[in-house]
Nanobody, 123 residues
Framework: QVQLVESGGGLVQAGGSLRLSCAASTRPFSMYAMGWFRQAPGKEREFVAAISMPGGSTYYADSVKGRTTISRDNAKNTVYLQMNSLKPEDTAVYYC????????????????WGQGTQVTVSS
């Protein structure tokens, strides 16, 4: 069973930065593609970013491209989401997800999910 625990959310002003972390219990962590998704109130969960294994190729939604970086530390079983130049429309619950064998943009293709961490961006 894969367990994922997110952290790092909070309240930030527009233009600020946050780094989200997702710690995974599974081993070997390096065999999983890891992704970040978000869900704003009244909206569907949407893809934000993902990183593949083993090469670490990265993928981003257009809405966050250029402001966001996903990375992974296989030794620490952790994936990160660095978000810069945050906007009020980035406000959402952010979820970490895992799947094999590769990255997918469809929410339904990811079987393992964390509980989520709230990100609130004030204007």
């Amino acid at each position: 069973q894969v367990q994922l625990v997110e952290s790092g959310g909070g309240l930030v002003q527009a233009g600020g930065s946050l780094r989200l972390s997702c710690a995974a219990s599974t081993r070997p962590f390096s065999m999983y593609a890891m992704g970040w998704f978000r869900q704003a109130p009244g909206k569907e969960r949407e893809f934000v970013a993902a990183i593949s294994m083993p090469g670490g190729s990265t993928y981003y939604a257009d809405s966050v491209k250029g402001r966001t970086t996903i990375s992974r530390d296989n030794a620490k079983n952790t994936v990160y989401l660095q978000m810069n130049s945050l906007k009020p429309e980035d406000t959402a619950v952010y979820y970490c997800a895992a799947r094999v064998p590769g990255v997918a943009y469809d929410v339904r293709s990811w079987p393992y999910w964390g509980q989520g961490t709230q990100v609130t961006v004030s204007s």
